[in-house]
């Protein structure tokens, strides 16, 4: 399970995900810094990535909008930042939901102080 960290994920929570041995892609490593979101969605459909963002226009778009039915995405939407707290919640949604990431072609996960949110989509 890989994951592509959108530029607004914090430096430290990639460094927390990848130190507990999740494979972390951060956009701008990857060529993709500035760049728009469906491009950013795009290849980390093209390489089955995860994409992990902060950005709610990418869970609109996806629930709501042009997007829905593509990519597999964890929206963060914590009002406090506990970089820790992120980065152990984040893996533990990994490695609790293995099968999702396996099976599903298309969700968003919404993931906060609350706990997570599934949307999965149905043709």
């Known amino acids: 399970m890989k994951i592509l ?17 999740i494979e972390v892609l951060f956009a701008p490593e990857v060529g993709l810094a ?5 491009e950013i ?8 990535l995860i994409l992990l963002s902060g950005d709610k226009d990418f869970g609109g778009l996806i629930e709501f909008g042009t997007l829905w039915g593509r990519g597999k995405v964890i ?4 009002r406090l930042i506990n970089i820790d707290r992120i980065a152990n919640n984040i893996a533990e949604v990994i490695n609790n939901d293995k099968e999702l990431f396996n099976i ?4 968003v996960i919404v993931l906060s102080e ?4 599934i949307h999965r989509h149905h043709d």
């Open 104 to 107: 599903e072609k298309s969700f």
């Open 114 to 117: 609350a706990g997570y949110r």
């Open 5 to 21: 960290a959108d530029e607004n994920i914090h430096i430290e929570i990639i460094s927390g995900l990848r130190n507990k041995g």
């Open 75 to 78: 929206l963060l939407r914590y």
């Open 34 to 38: 500035g760049c728009a979101d469906q």
């Open 41 to 48: 969605l795009a290849y980390s459909e093209k390489h089955d």
